[in-house]
């Protein structure tokens, strides 16, 4: 009750303070506007004594003297006096008796500014005959003979001073007069020591940004805080500025919020001792009833005692109650538990629970072991520990929804790291279980390996994929022999025998490939399973270096080489007894990446090129090329067929 009181009083006073500097701050704005008007009239009282000594006859004929007396009995202004120069110097100086010899001007840098006709209101600036501190009210006139005179009303600076103590400031109060340049001109305190010295940086500011009014909080020149309001005169461009120290805007509310504090807290203090009091008779009662509380945490049984207070007593009898059914309870929910926890355990697949920040709770032996890790090293880390980045996202974003109850259950596959470094996969269904109010509360994660299964489909994926590019392939060839094998005007009979040919040296080079489990084999099998049909393979000749050629190069290989002896046979070194063949191939280049071999036959018929060309021709000249990026050349000399093929090493090996 005290607080709020206090909080109250503590606001009524600072909105006091906030009036009563308000107050002041309208008091002071309205002050400096006052001494601004005050400034103006003084200068009002210049302005016009100069207007009429401008005008004088005596000054457009040069008659000084006559002036000068004029000008004498003309001012009623204390601290001033008349100035009138030429262009050498000083004509008329009231200030000094008359005849006495005048200042010679060294600069007319103070005529800039000055035109005939205006007024000028000068700044703050020494005088050469008075040397003190003193303003000018001046204007320039033509004479009779054209030439220009500066006629200067001039006023000492403390004359100023003194319209600051005719205003009875009140006695704390710092009243100025500041010129354009926001240099002092008249202070109300201590002027002799900062009159003709700038104001504080931030008035000189102010000044000089032009600024008509304002009040704001600052540090006098005397190193003060201070309220300082500033007026501009539009006039003369002059500005007064009046300050208030704070303390003595803050010092009676200051002196209020201290009574205040201090009454506050012996009230607080009375309150608190009361309160104490009041307390300590409850405090024992209460006392039993937390260690009662505690004991029902812990599940001890609890017996009522009686207190005297008997509120006190009606919660000790409830929480009595309360002890022996939760124990009635926590008995069947541990049996359930126990049950509950054997079935998991003992069940062949993984269960885990997942708190709302994927982390495990819990984890079953299954769980351990499929991946290999402890259920310590598991309780407290994210199931994605595991699961490899390119099956994380949808678990992640599935799981999410989970969570935000968009999902109930969802099931996926990922791929996931075992402990060693294997990988496998598992087929995860994720439960959400949620309270009463539908709140996300963990989910159950069973999890199932399928490494095995997904091998096994994947063997399986590939052997159909590769069987269907094979028979393809070779329906493909066998399409393109038998094309090739009846086109044209041959024998039925010739060309059923050339086919045939050509399908066995497919099938041999299909048997090879099978042996090597259709990887690459060796160019030397190649050469001799296509040689063999040929008179037993021993009139061929063969060497090179240990070369395996990919399985299209291969078949390639095998069926150009049949043409080749089958055109030997006919036309070539195989049909006579005498001829045989030589077949080389050895790697050439810097770095012995381009295979070149060499069919070359030998001490057979004298051969002529053939007219036109075959289905051997096309195939070896085309076919060839085109399959091994290489070049391929098939000569006809007289003494005998020359095929010549050369190819990268890489195209032979990897097709």
């Known amino acids: 009750m005290l607080v709020p009181a206090l909080i109250a009083a503590g606001s009524a006073v600072y909105a006091g303070y906030l009036n009563d500097r308000t107050g002041v701050e309208k008091h002071l704005q309205e002050t400096s506007r006052a001494l601004s008007l005050v400034v103006d009239r003084q200068f009002g009282q210049a302005e016009a004594l100069l207007w009429a000594l401008s005008t004088s006859s005596q000054l457009r004929v040069k008659d000084y ?3 000068d007396a004029r000008a004498r009995a003309a001012i009623r202004i204390p601290g001033t006096w008349v100035v009138v120069e030429d262009e050498r110097g000083q004509v008329v100086n009231t200030l000094l008796p008359p005849g006495n010899a005048l200042p010679v001007l060294s600069s007319r840098d103070h005529w800039k ?36 005179l500066f006629v200067s009303v001039v006023t000492r600076a403390d004359t100023m001073s003194q319209i600051l103590i005719d205003q009875s400031l009140p006695q704390d109060w710092i009243g100025a007069i500041l010129d354009r340049n926001g240099t002092v001109v008249a202070r109300n305190k201590d002027s002799d020591r900062f009159v003709g010295h700038p104001a504080t940086p931030e008035n000189v500011r102010r000044v000089q940004a032009g600024v008509s009014q304002g009040v704001w909080e600052g540090i006098s020149l005397d190193g003060v805080p201070t309220v300082v309001a500033l007026s501009r ?26 009574y205040l504090a201090a009454t506050g807290a012996m009230l607080l ?30 599940g001890a049984p609890l017996v009522a005692r009686r207190s005297g207070v008997a509120e006190v007593d009606r919660v000790a009898g409830t929480l009595s109650s309360a002890s022996a059914e939760l124990r009635k309870r926590e008995a069947a929910l541990r049996a359930s538990e126990e049950r509950l926890r054997a079935t998991q355990e003992n069940a062949p697949v993984a269960i885990a629970e997942i708190g709302s920040d994927g982390r495990f709770l819990s ?10 890790h402890t259920k310590d090293e598991l309780i407290g880390q994210h199931f994605a520990h595991v699961t490899t980045e390119g099956s994380l996202d949808e678990d992640l974003a599935l799981f999410a929804k989970h969570v935000s109850g968009e999902l109930d259950a ?46 096994a489909e994947r063997r399986q994926k590939l052997m159909i994929n590769e069987l269907n590019h094979r028979v393809k392939n070779t329906l493909a060839v066998v399409q393109s022999i038998a094309a090739q094998s009846f086109k044209g005007e041959l024998d039925p009979k010739m060309a059923l025998r050339a086919f045939q040919g050509r399908l066995l040296a497919l099938s041999e080079a299909h048997n090879l490939l099978t042996l090597e489990n259709w990887e ?81 036959e030998i001490g057979g018929p004298e051969v002529q090129a053939p007219t036109r060309s075959g289905f051997g021709s096309r195939l070896i000249g085309r076919k060839l090329a085109a399959e091994f990026e290489g070049a391929v050349e098939l000569r006809f000399p007289v003494s005998g067929a020359v095929c010549e093929i050369t190819a990268p090493l890489a195209i032979i090996e990897s097709r």
């Open 269 to 298: 203090a009375s309150g608190t001792l009361i309160a104490w009091r009041v307390g300590r008779s409850i405090a024992a009662p209460i006392e039993r009833l937390a260690l009662d509380a505690e004991a029902l945490g812990r």
């Open 233 to 258: 005169s539009p006039s003369s461009g002059w500005s007064t500025i009046v300050a208030v120290p704070q303390a003595e805007i803050t010092g009676p509310a200051g002196r209020t919020a201290l």
């Open 520 to 600: 690459a084999a060796p160019l030397e099998r190649i050469v001799e399973n296509a040689l063999r049909p040929f008179a037993g393979g021993n009139r061929f000749e063969t060497e090179g270096p240990m070369v395996r050629v990919g399985p299209k190069a291969a078949v390639a290989l095998a069926l150009a080489f049949h043409e080749l002896c089958t055109n030997a046979s006919k036309y070539g070194a195989l049909s006579t007894e005498e001829g045989r063949v030589r077949i080389a191939w050895f790697l050439e280049g810097e770095l012995r990446d381009v295979l070149h071999l060499r069919w070359e």
């Open 65 to 67: 003297l006559a002036f």
């Open 363 to 372: 984890v079953n032996e299954a769980r351990c072991r499929l991946t290999g």
């Open 410 to 455: 969802y099931t996926t596959e990922s791929e996931f790291k075992l402990k060693d470094g294997r990988r496998g996969w598992a087929r995860v269904t994720s439960t959400a279980i949620r309270n009463d109010h539908g709140t996300f509360r963990y989910a159950v994660r069973v999890v199932e390996d399928i490494t095995e299964r997904r091998a």
């Open 113 to 148: 500014g000055a035109a005939e006709g205006t007024v000028r209101i000068s700044n703050l600036f020494t005088g050469l005959v008075a040397k003190r501190p003193a303003v000018g009210v001046d204007t320039l006139i033509t004479t009779a003979d054209g030439s220009r």
